[in-house]
């Protein structure tokens, strides 16, 4: 009797179709049809293990357009041999008809693991996430990586990280998305990534010949499993750290979510050779485990990078060791603001706040280029979904709120993951400012900084690694690291620390996550932006040019 172990979900579609991730079924061409014919299907079980049906599989098509590097088109359909037998715990799902992903609240569901390093749960797992907005997306995942046919979903410690590749988001029991990739997992600020079942359904319908229906169903799921043999290589070279977990989640009945399947076999990625040899990455394995030593192509229930690349900004870093601090000790610190769908009924605030920045003149913000870039790429029309709030050391009231009339971003800043030198920007207000106690411009940087000098860094991120964002300005004092120690630390990341940046901050005090865009001051002139540590010194030149600052 062959045993079998899941490695993805899915959802049932059909009488006789599963929808799920291409990551999770592309295989290569010459081994196709062997790792077809070890695939299993169990549905109508809310155990991973036992009961159900199992079916053999028929076809597998997955998008030819789906991109194994970037994860682009991550959709696929399976078609079984013996066709599902309909009812309380075996149930197809509709698939979505609207042309964008809903806002709100999504259900994900599957036996991922519930934490970071813990074992798959043998029961059916279910957690609600919100949708983020697509620009929020795009920013937390840079590199262009996000496309029309992806969105996220997830936060505060509650996602499909490291979940069930494969299985089903649903929105008010219609399918949307379709479990595809993420990093980060099990963090505050984490999102994971789904493929967008509304961009891609003419596809899953054309290949799948499903006809439109608009009957409430309720979810189900598949799982596909490899034999003993396999099995038996997998659980002795590589222990369970792979299926992603629902993290956050509770136990879930398959009669609430009868259209769950899920695939077996998984535990960071790699690609089966043979009916007991898989090919993985080196460092997935444990250093005697020498069997397996090999970077795969294809990854197996879940999307990893072949490369993990430091970063050295990110967005929304905290204010770790800090403490409050009042708008009339900073008064030119400002919160950028972009318009959000709240998604509490109750939550009467539209604008979030993602970037700091600070206040040099009447009207000019300095800020960070990584931050504008997400406004300065929209079209002119939709700029009034941003703000800046001035004079206030909330984020959600007081204050003066101002639009974006000009923004003018440095030419020389690319952006990318070895480098954000050049990370600087400024945005023209209207109205104009008015100067008074809370709202007050700041001088500019004249000379060359000194390592060990102390500089405040002001903001409003997380004041721990896990924790929410506070509503009121904090403040902390961190010191000057010398550059050569600065450029050894990164020099070792492949980080390309330049004259324009500097590093500051001690052990439990920082700027990690914090405020990207916002001040960093010495001796209450400001030097830097915190997060990438700008130095203003070296780029007052184009400052001044461009505002006349």
């Given at each position: 009797e062959p045993s079998y172990m899941h490695f993805c979900g899915g959802s049932i579609i059909s009488v006789e179709w599963v929808l799920t991730a291409a990551h999770c079924v592309k295989y290569p061409e010459d081994r196709f049809d062997e790792i077809m014919y070890m695939m299993r299907v169990r549905v109508g079980s809310h155990i991973n293990n036992e009961g159900g049906t199992l079916h053999t599989v028929a076809k597998i098509i997955y998008h030819r357009e789906?991109?194994?590097?970037?994860?682009?088109?991550?959709?696929?359909?399976?078609?079984?041999?013996?066709?599902?037998?309909?009812?309380?715990?075996v149930q197809p799902i509709p698939l979505t008809n609207y042309p964008k992903v809903p806002g709100g609240i999504v259900t994900v569901s599957g036996w991922g693991t519930t934490t970071m390093f813990g074992d798959s749960p043998k029961r059916l797992q279910k957690v609600q996430i919100p949708i983020l907005p697509q620009w929020e997306?795009?920013?937390?995942?840079?590199?262009?990586?996000?496309?029309?046919?992806?969105?996220?979903?997830?936060?505060?410690?509650?996602?499909?990280?490291?979940?069930?590749?494969?299985?089903?988001?649903?929105?008010?029991?219609?399918?949307?998305?379709?479990?595809?990739?993420?990093?980060?997992?099990?963090?505050?600020?984490?999102?994971?990534?789904?493929?967008?079942?509304?961009?891609?359904?003419?596809?899953?319908?054309?290949?799948?010949?499903l006809i439109r229906n608009n009957d409430k169903m309720i979810t189900s799921y598949f799982f596909i499993f490899i034999s003993n043999i396999f099995l038996s290589r997998l659980s002795n070279a590589i222990r369970h750290r792979t299926n992603r977990p629902i993290v956050g989640g509770v136990d879930a009945d398959i009669t609430s979510f009868p259209y769950q399947e899920v695939l077996y076999k998984h535990f960071w990625g790699g690609s089966i050779i043979s009916v007991e040899w898989v090919l993985t990455a080196a460092h997935c394995v444990k250093s005697e485990s020498s069997a397996l030593m090999s970077l795969a192509s294809t990854t197996i229930g879940g999307a990893h990078s072949k490369r993990i690349k430091p970063n050295i900004v990110h967005r929304k870093r905290p204010i770790v060791g800090g403490s409050d601090a009042k708008i009339t000790n900073f008064p030119f610190q400002i919160s950028f603001q972009i318009y959000q769908e709240p998604v509490l009924k109750h939550d009467k605030n539209k604008y979030r706040h993602f970037c700091g920045g600070t206040i040099i003149s009447v009207e000019w913000v300095l800020?960070?280029?990584?931050?504008?870039?997400?406004?300065?790429?929209?079209?002119?029309?939709?700029?009034?979904?941003?703000?800046?709030?001035?004079?206030?050391?909330?984020?959600?009231?007081?204050?003066?709120?101002?639009?974006?009339?000009?923004?003018?971003?440095?030419?020389?800043?690319k952006g990318e993951i070895t480098s954000y030198d050049n990370d600087v920007a400024l945005f023209k207000v209207k109205p104009l400012f008015e100067f008074g106690p809370t709202v007050l411009p700041i001088k500019l940087n004249s000379y060359p900084l000194e390592s060990g000098g102390i500089v405040t860094v002001i903001g409003w991120g997380t004041t721990s690694e896990f924790g929410d964002k506070p509503e009121i300005l904090q403040k902390v004092q961190v010191p000057i690291w010398p550059q050569w120690e600065c450029k050894y630390i990164y020099g070792r990341k492949e980080a390309n620390i330049t004259r324009n940046m500097f590093c500051a901050g001690r052990a439990g005090r920082s700027a990690c996550h914090g405020d990207s865009g916002g001040p960093v001051l010495y001796n209450g002139v400001q030097p830097d932006f915190p997060v990438v540590y700008v130095n203003i010194y070296s780029l007052r030149d184009w400052i001044h040019e461009n505002s006349g600052v």
């Amino acid at each position: 009797e062959p045993s079998y172990m899941h490695f993805c979900g899915g959802s049932i579609i059909s009488v006789e179709w599963v929808l799920t991730a291409a990551h999770c079924v592309k295989y290569p061409e010459d081994r196709f049809d062997e790792i077809m014919y070890m695939m299993r299907v169990r549905v109508g079980s809310h155990i991973n293990n036992e009961g159900g049906t199992l079916h053999t599989v028929a076809k597998i098509i997955y998008h030819r357009e789906f991109d194994s590097t970037k994860l682009n088109n991550d959709v696929a359909v399976i078609k079984v041999r013996e066709p599902f037998e309909f009812g309380r715990t075996v149930q197809p799902i509709p698939l979505t008809n609207y042309p964008k992903v809903p806002g709100g609240i999504v259900t994900v569901s599957g036996w991922g693991t519930t934490t970071m390093f813990g074992d798959s749960p043998k029961r059916l797992q279910k957690v609600q996430i919100p949708i983020l907005p697509q620009w929020e997306c795009k920013m937390i995942y840079r590199e262009g990586r996000i496309t029309d046919n992806m969105f996220c979903a997830g936060r505060a410690m509650r996602s499909a990280c490291h979940g069930d590749s494969g299985g089903p988001v649903v929105y008010n029991g219609i399918q949307v998305g379709i479990v595809s990739w993420g990093r980060n997992c099990q963090r505050p600020d984490y999102s994971g990534v789904y493929t967008n079942v509304a961009n891609l359904r003419d596809w899953i319908r054309r290949h799948s010949g499903l006809i439109r229906n608009n009957d409430k169903m309720i979810t189900s799921y598949f799982f596909i499993f490899i034999s003993n043999i396999f099995l038996s290589r997998l659980s002795n070279a590589i222990r369970h750290r792979t299926n992603r977990p629902i993290v956050g989640g509770v136990d879930a009945d398959i009669t609430s979510f009868p259209y769950q399947e899920v695939l077996y076999k998984h535990f960071w990625g790699g690609s089966i050779i043979s009916v007991e040899w898989v090919l993985t990455a080196a460092h997935c394995v444990k250093s005697e485990s020498s069997a397996l030593m090999s970077l795969a192509s294809t990854t197996i229930g879940g999307a990893h990078s072949k490369r993990i690349k430091p970063n050295i900004v990110h967005r929304k870093r905290p204010i770790v060791g800090g403490s409050d601090a009042k708008i009339t000790n900073f008064p030119f610190q400002i919160s950028f603001q972009i318009y959000q769908e709240p998604v509490l009924k109750h939550d009467k605030n539209k604008y979030r706040h993602f970037c700091g920045g600070t206040i040099i003149s009447v009207e000019w913000v300095l800020t960070a280029a990584h931050c504008a870039l997400v406004i300065y790429r929209e079209r002119q029309s939709e700029r009034k979904n941003f703000l800046i709030r001035a004079g206030s050391s909330m984020t959600n009231k007081g204050g003066s709120l101002h639009q974006i009339s000009d923004i003018i971003v440095h030419p020389w800043y690319k952006g990318e993951i070895t480098s954000y030198d050049n990370d600087v920007a400024l945005f023209k207000v209207k109205p104009l400012f008015e100067f008074g106690p809370t709202v007050l411009p700041i001088k500019l940087n004249s000379y060359p900084l000194e390592s060990g000098g102390i500089v405040t860094v002001i903001g409003w991120g997380t004041t721990s690694e896990f924790g929410d964002k506070p509503e009121i300005l904090q403040k902390v004092q961190v010191p000057i690291w010398p550059q050569w120690e600065c450029k050894y630390i990164y020099g070792r990341k492949e980080a390309n620390i330049t004259r324009n940046m500097f590093c500051a901050g001690r052990a439990g005090r920082s700027a990690c996550h914090g405020d990207s865009g916002g001040p960093v001051l010495y001796n209450g002139v400001q030097p830097d932006f915190p997060v990438v540590y700008v130095n203003i010194y070296s780029l007052r030149d184009w400052i001044h040019e461009n505002s006349g600052v």
